[in-house]
């Protein structure tokens, strides 16, 4: 279960008068759980509450949970593994230039769906993964649109929840 409710207001980028649009945010989350999904047994249900699984933020800085964000580049988010309370919760770091499926503006930025797709395989357990072109690999790699989940990864999510 997904739980938007968190959103703070979203950084704004310099070239653009308003900020990365909620609704752009929710369609790039759900597609990234989406993937996981079409690989397993999982289903994953929008919820409006504290009490979801999987809390997805946006933080910058110190935000409290003892790994601060670094501003632009480097650390791009992190995620809990699957447990109580911020188990299974995402955080973004909100000074990063976040870009949606049809930002084709051409400015730098990262991909939210990589990112988040890479997060929430660890909101699910998942451990990075030593194999070059796996979504869990530990360095970004901008994925294609009509993206599937390389093998290492759906081998790994099925080990888990089938
Ligand atoms: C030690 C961790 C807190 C690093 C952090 C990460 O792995 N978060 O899950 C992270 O942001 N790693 C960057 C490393 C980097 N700056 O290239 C990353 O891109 N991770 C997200 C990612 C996205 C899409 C694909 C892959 N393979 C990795
Ligand atoms: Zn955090
Ligand atoms: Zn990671």
Same mark, same amino acid.
């Given at each position: 279960q997904l739980d938007f409710t968190k959103f703070p207001a979203f950084p704004l980028r310099t070239e653009q008068p308003s900020g990365l649009d909620t609704a *752009?945010?929710?369609f790039e989350l759900s597609k990234a759980l989406d993937l996981w999904a079409r690989n397993s047994k999982l289903t994953f249900q929008e919820v409006n509450s504290d009490r979801a699984d999987i809390l997805?933020?946006? $933080?910058r800085g110190y935000h409290g949970d003892g790994y601060p964000f670094d501003g632009k580049g480097?650390?791009?988010a992190h995620a809990?593994?699957? *447990?109580r309370d911020r188990? *299974?919760? !995402? $955080?973004f770091d909100e000074e990063e230039v976040w870009l949606l499926q049809d930002d084709n503006t051409n400015e730098e930025g990262t991909s939210l769906?990589? !990112?988040a797709a890479h997060e929430f *395989? $660890?909101?699910?357990?998942?451990?990075h993964s030593s194999v070059s072109g796996a979504l869990m690999y530990p360095w970004y790699q901008g994925l294609s649109s009509n993206y599937e989940l390389p093998d290492d990864d759906r081998l790994g999510i099925q080990q888990m929840y089938g």
């Amino acid at each position: 279960q997904l739980d938007f409710t968190k959103f703070p207001a979203f950084p704004l980028r310099t070239e653009q008068p308003s900020g990365l649009d909620t609704a *752009g945010v929710r369609f790039e989350l759900s597609k990234a759980l989406d993937l996981w999904a079409r690989n397993s047994k999982l289903t994953f249900q929008e919820v409006n509450s504290d009490r979801a699984d999987i809390l997805v933020y946006f $933080h910058r800085g110190y935000h409290g949970d003892g790994y601060p964000f670094d501003g632009k580049g480097q650390i791009l988010a992190h995620a809990f593994f699957p *447990g109580r309370d911020r188990g *299974g919760d !995402v $955080h973004f770091d909100e000074e990063e230039v976040w870009l949606l499926q049809d930002d084709n503006t051409n400015e730098e930025g990262t991909s939210l769906f990589a !990112v988040a797709a890479h997060e929430f *395989g $660890h909101s699910l357990g998942l451990a990075h993964s030593s194999v070059s072109g796996a979504l869990m690999y530990p360095w970004y790699q901008g994925l294609s649109s009509n993206y599937e989940l390389p093998d290492d990864d759906r081998l790994g999510i099925q080990q888990m929840y089938g």
